[in-house]
């Protein structure tokens, strides 16, 4: 297949087309000017210039592709602008979603986040769950905005959609919330821990890509959802985990929870004010969050796309020892 993909520079885009470098099918990435993309040419991909924002350079490099990996979005808790949340994860992707159908692709892979299930009553959540009543954060809000739109066009224009969702992923290379928690810990950059008894369900970012390329390949899963991730820990039990890996003792201080809330609410004003990302992370979307937890089952990903899930020690441990390379 020739494939178009979004999002190829980012974290979980870059695992992506290594996964597709191993494969028979070719390549073809929309970047931004501004993006780095050696990795991506030593991939032998075929870049395009432009963004999801702009849908003629969507349209332009999407023209001839047989399938859509939509890997862009926005994942943060922060933006001095809030509206750029808005601006990538729902109008991106409606602008990517319509130009799909234009150019008349097999399939489209559109990679969420299981954020946007909020906490459903049923514990844990599966893909078929209904929605809780909160998304938590800008993030999983916009997120969520964008996967109605891709849904309505697969109920009324018959876009050939399967959405992925991926749960808490770990990895080598990240450099969001998740890696920048884990550098603090071990560069000993947090004074307190935080909502140490909320369980989350956690994946390597490999696994992710590996579902993604494969609900791109399967047939006769048009319409279908796979939620990503299977390995469920508190964020207590993944602070004892990172300590062991990297021999690095813990604070000794751990906040009660209104107090986290109170300090959330004090240090992203501050950020608001001087447009610079919240001391430690504290900022108040992701304490809402970080709260809230998600436990989800993975499964379906397991039964239907062959996958096995890799231990997250081991997402952890590569994790830790790229944030320790010079």
């Known amino acids: 297949m020739k494939i178009f993909i979004t999002g190829a520079t980012g974290f979980i885009g870059r695992h992506v087309a290594k996964r597709l470098a191993q494969t028979e099918h070719q390549m073809r ?3 931004r000017e501004t993006s780095d993309v050696n990795e991506l040419k030593k991939l032998g991909a075929t870049l395009v210039t432009g963004d999801v924002v702009d849908k003629s350079s969507v349209l332009e490099g999407m023209k001839g592709c047989d399938a859509v990996l939509n890997v862009a979005g926005l994942y943060s808790f922060w933006e001095p602008k809030r509206q750029v949340f808005a ?3 729902i109008t991106g992707a409606r602008n990517v979603m319509e130009c799909a159908l234009e150019t008349g692709v097999d399939k489209v892979v559109h990679v969420s986040t299981a954020g946007v299930y909020g906490k459903p009553a049923e514990q844990p959540f599966t893909e078929e769950s209904h929605v809780g009543p909160d998304r938590f954060c800008e993030y999983f809000r916009t997120k ?3 996967d109605l739109i891709a849904w309505n066009l697969y109920q009324t224009k018959g876009l050939p959609l399967v959405m992925v969702y991926p749960g808490a992923v770990l990895g080598s290379g990240d450099p969001k919330a998740s890696g920048q928690y884990i550098g603090n810990l071990i560069h000993r950059r947090l004074p307190a821990t935080v909502f ?3 369980p989350f369900t956690f994946v390597h970012v490999r696994d992710v890509a590996e579902i993604i390329v494969r609900a791109a ?3 006769n899963n048009i319409g279908e959802k796979y939620l990503a ?3 469920r820990m508190t964020w207590g039990q993944g602070n004892e985990m990172i300590s062991e890996i990297s021999g690095v003792a813990l604070p000794k201080l751990s906040l009660p929870g209104p107090l986290v809330m109170m300090n959330a609410a004090l240090l992203t004003l501050i950020a608001n004010i001087i447009k610079k990302p919240p001391l430690w992370g504290m900022a108040t979307d992701q304490m809402r969050v970080m709260r809230a937890g998600y436990v989800f089952d ?3 990903a397991e039964k239907e796309l062959g996958i096995t899930y890799t231990p997250i020690r081991v997402a952890l441990e590569e994790a830790i020892a790229s944030l ?3």
């Open 196 to 198: 140490e008894g909320r």
């Open 144 to 146: 969520y905005e964008g």
């Open 29 to 31: 990435c929309l970047v």
């Open 87 to 89: 601006e990538v994860n």
């Open 298 to 300: 993975g499964s379906k």
């Open 229 to 231: 991730g299977n390995h």
């Open 217 to 219: 390949e399967k047939e």
């Open 324 to 326: 320790r390379e010079p």
